[in-house]
C-alpha cells in the first residue's frame, strides 16, 4: 500500500518569490511520483514526474522536484513565482495504472 | 487533438435520483480510469477500463455504481440512487497505452463533473 502526504493545504507566496510544496510519501517500494496542477475550471496537468532516473527532475513552467529516498520526500520548488501559478498542485505517487493523490495544496500569489 | 472531455460539467441531482457522467476519451485512447475527489480531499481511484472491458473495479462501491466503456461511444459512469454523499467532483483520466510503473505513458485528465445531490 502506498499514500501521499502534502504538508501544507495552503501556500501563499509574493510574486517573484520561491515557492516550495511539500510532499511526502509511503510505499514499500520505489514508487514513480508526479505532481500535477489543476487551474481553476480547468483540467489536471502534469508538471513533472520521476521514475527512477534523475533525482531531480525538471518539468514545465520552471518547476523543479528532487526525490530523496532517504527523507521520503519529492517537494516541489520554484525559484520565482508568477501570477498564473495561482492553483491547486497534486502530489501523486503511482502503482502500476493507480495514482494515489495527496489532499492537494492551493497556491496563491499576491502582487 | 481535443483533450479528454467530460460532460456535464456541473449536474444536480435530487435524492434518489440517477446521474450519468460521460467522459470522451483523447483521440485514439482506448485506457479510461475514473477518479472521485470529495470536498478536502486527493482525487481516489474508482475503475480502469479498456475498450468493452473493466479491468479493476477495485474502488468503485459496490452498489449503485457502474461503469462502461462501449466499443463506440464514451465511457459512462452511472451513479444510481443518488444519496448526498455521492456529491464531488468525477475526474476521467484515458492514456493511449495503459499507464505504470514500467511504461512512459501518461494519463490525461478531463475537467471534471461536479456532482451535487440535493
Known amino acids: 500500500a502506498q499514500s501521499v502526504t502534502q504538508l501544507d493545504s495552503h501556500v501563499s507566496v509574493s510574486e517573484g518569490t520561491p515557492v516550495l510544496l511539500r510532499c511526502n510519501y509511503s510505499s514499500s517500494y520505489s514508487p514513480s511520483l508526479f505532481w500535477y496542477v489543476q487551474h481553476p475550471n480547468k483540467g489536471l496537468q502534469l508538471l513533472l514526474k520521476?521514475?527512477?532516473?534523475?533525482?531531480l527532475v525538471k518539468g514545465i513552467n520552471g518547476f523543479e522536484a528532487e526525490f530523496k529516498k532517504s527523507e521520503t520526500s519529492f517537494h516541489l520548488t520554484k525559484p520565482s513565482a508568477h501570477m498564473s501559478d495561482a492553483a491547486e498542485y497534486f502530489c501523486?505517487?503511482?502503482?502500476?495504472?493507480?495514482?494515489?493523490f495527496g489532499a492537494g495544496t492551493t497556491v496563491t500569489v499576491r502582487a | 487533438n481535443a483533450g479528454v472531455m467530460q460532460n456535464p460539467r456541473h449536474l444536480v441531482r435530487r435524492r434518489g435520483q440517477e446521474a450519468r457522467l460521460r467522459c470522451s476519451p483523447m483521440?485514439?485512447?482506448?485506457?479510461v480510469y475514473w477518479y472521485r475527489q470529495l470536498p478536502e480531499e486527493g482525487l481516489k481511484f474508482m475503475v480502469y477500463l479498456q475498450k468493452e472491458n473493466i479491468i479493476d473495479e477495485s474502488g468503485m462501491p459496490k452498489e449503485r455504481f457502474s461503469a462502461e466503456f462501449p466499443k463506440e461511444g464514451p465511457s459512462i459512469l452511472r451513479i444510481q440512487q443518488v444519496v448526498r454523499g455521492d456529491s464531488a467532483a468525477y475526474f476521467c483520466?484515458?492514456?493511449?497505452?495503459?499507464?505504470?510503473?514500467?511504461?512512459?505513458?501518461?494519463?490525461?485528465f478531463g475537467q471534471g463533473t461536479r456532482l451535487t445531490v440535493v
Open positions: 520521476y521514475t527512477s532516473a534523475a533525482t
Open positions: 483520466a484515458s492514456s493511449l497505452l495503459r499507464t505504470g510503473d514500467r511504461t512512459n505513458t501518461e494519463a490525461f
Open positions: 501523486v505517487a503511482s502503482n502500476d495504472y493507480k495514482l494515489s
Open positions: 483521440k485514439g485512447h482506448s485506457h
